[in-house]
């Protein structure tokens, strides 16, 4: 595998799930189900052959955890919010 292949690689393993775990989060709301979908789809990737290096996996389980993190964040945050507008 070439070098910047695999630099490029990384970069998008870094982003992309953290980004895809918020973005589905903000799609179904519910932040497990946005996890779930990610996950689908990073395991598609890895059965049709795109990720094959363990340091990429490492980096996807890093993204998904930050991504995970922030989007339950945003969800409490969210609910917190509607409670407080429902009191009103």
Do not use: C, Q
């Not at 870094?14 to 519910?30: A, E």
């Not at 598609?44 to 996996?57: M, R």
């Not at 969210?78 to 009191?87: I, P, S």
Request: hydrophobic share 55%.
């Amino acid at each position: 595998m070439d070098i910047a292949t695999l630099e490029t690689k990384l970069i998008l393993a870094l982003l992309l799930p953290g980004l895809l775990v918020v973005f589905f989060t903000r799609v179904t709301f519910h932040h497990v189900v946005g996890l779930a979908l990610t996950i689908a789809l990073i395991a598609a990737s890895v059965y049709a052959g795109y990720t094959h290096n363990w340091i990429l996996y490492v980096a996807d389980a890093l993204s998904l955890t930050v991504g995970f993190w922030y989007a339950t964040r945003m969800v409490k945050r969210a609910r917190k919010k509607g409670n407080e507008l429902d009191e009103e």
